[in-house]
T-cell receptor
Framework: DQQVKQNSPSLSVQEGRISILNCDYT??????FLWYKKYPAEGPTFLIS?????DKNEDGRFTVFLNKSAKHLSLHIVPSQPGDSAVYFC????????????FGTGTRLKVLA | DAGVIQSPRHEVTEMGQEVTLRCKPI?????LFWYRQTMMRGLELLIY????????DSGMPEDRFSAKMPNASFSTLKIQPSEPRDSAVYFC????????????FGQGTRLTVV
C-alpha cells in the first residue's frame, strides 16, 4: 500500500522552462512534506520542505505547493537547468505521531539543453 | 561533520551467504532509518530507530532481515541467508530531532546477490 505516490516515472523539460513534479498522499495524518534530489551513485539530498500549516514554500528556483484538501503537493523548478537532471523523491512524515519518512517511487527529471 | 557514513559501498555475495551492512549516523542525531531503493517501490523504509531503540520494523521484508543499533554511533543491517531478490541499494539516514526536520542520507550500499 503506497501512502505516497509519484505517478510520473519520468519527465523531460527544455532548459529555461518550468519543471513541475507531482506527488499525492493518502494518509491525512501527514503534516510535513519534503522533496529530495538524487544523482546516480549518491544518496538522496534534501531540497525543500513544507509543513501542513502552509500552502507554499519558496527557496530560490524551487517552490513547493501543498493542497491539503486534495492531498497533493507539487515541486516547481523555474527556470530549469541541465544540472537539475536527477531523480526527485517526495516524502511525508507525521511529526507528532510515528515520525518516520515515507517516500514515493521517484520521478526522473531530464532537462534538455 | 562527515555526514552519514555507510560501508561497504558495494557488496557482491553468493546466494545463501550472510551480508552485513554498516552505518554511522551523524553525531548528535537520535533517529536512524534504513531504506531500500528498488525501481518498483522507490525508497522503501525497512526499520526506524529512535534513541537506539527500534520503533517500527514493519517494513522489514522477512525474518532473513535483522537490524541492530548497539549505540548512538553505529547500526547494522544483516541479511541471512541472502537471496538474489535482495539485490538493491540500501541507504541509511539519520535525523536530529523529532518534529519538522529533514533526514540526511548516506551514499548507500549497492548489494548484488548472485
Amino acid at each position: 500500500d503506497q501512502q505516497v505516490k509519484q505517478n510520473s516515472p519520468s519527465l523531460s523539460v527544455q532548459e529555461g522552462r518550468i519543471s513541475i513534479l507531482n506527488c499525492d498522499y493518502t494518509n491525512s495524518m501527514f503534516d510535513y512534506f519534503l522533496w529530495y534530489k538524487k544523482y546516480p551513485a549518491e544518496g538522496p539530498t534534501f531540497l525543500i520542505s513544507i509543513s501542513s500549516i502552509k500552502d507554499k514554500n519558496e527557496d530560490g528556483r524551487f517552490t513547493v505547493f501543498l493542497n491539503k484538501s486534495a492531498k497533493h503537493l507539487s515541486l516547481h523548478i523555474v527556470p530549469s537547468q541541465p544540472g537539475d537532471s536527477a531523480v526527485y523523491f517526495c516524502a511525508a512524515s507525521e511529526t507528532s505521531g510515528t515520525y518516520k519518512y515515507i517516500f514515493g517511487t521517484g520521478t526522473r527529471l531530464k532537462v534538455l539543453a | 561533520d562527515a555526514g552519514v557514513i555507510q560501508s561497504p559501498r558495494h557488496e557482491v555475495t553468493e546466494m545463501g551467504q550472510e551480508v552485513t551492512l554498516r552505518c554511522k549516523p551523524i553525531s548528535g542525531h537520535n533517529s536512524l532509518f534504513w531504506y531500500r531503493q528498488t525501481m518498483m517501490r522507490g525508497l522503501e523504509l525497512l526499520i526506524y530507530f529512535n534513541n537506539n531503540v527500534p520503533i517500527d520494523d514493519s517494513g522489514m521484508p522477512e525474518d532473513r532481515f535483522s537490524a541492530k543499533m548497539p549505540n548512538a554511533s553505529f547500526s547494522t543491517l544483516k541479511i541471512q541467508p541472502s537471496e538474489p531478490r535482495d539485490s538493491a541499494v540500501y541507504f541509511c539516514a539519520s535525523s536530529g530531532r523529532t518534529g519538522f526536520t529533514e533526514a540526511f542520507f548516506g551514499q548507500g550500499t549497492r548489494l548484488t546477490v548472485v
